[in-house]
């Protein structure tokens, strides 16, 4: 399920890049590799702000382990 929201995402960043770029064809595999790259960022930071939200770093603000 989640592979194909990422799919999603990638299209859908793919086909704004394209559009900014003047709708250039023939190079659809360069605004594909783009837009993963771009994507798969947004997911890691994502996932890295989802992390300190949840609890997942067992520190305090000063950095200082809990446990």
């Given at each position: 399920m989640r592979a194909e929201s990422i799919e999603r995402r990638i299209r859908a960043k793919a086909y704004e890049l394209?559009?900014?770029?003047?709708?250039m064809e023939g190079c659809a595999d360069e605004y594909w590799r783009k837009a993963r790259i771009l994507v798969?960022?947004?997911?890691a930071e994502e996932d890295?702000?989802?992390g300190t939200i949840d609890?997942?770093?067992?520190t305090d603000e000063a950095?200082?382990?809990q446990a």
């Open positions: 394209w559009r900014e770029d003047g709708s798969e960022a947004e997911i890295g702000r989802r609890g997942a770093d067992d950095g200082n382990s």
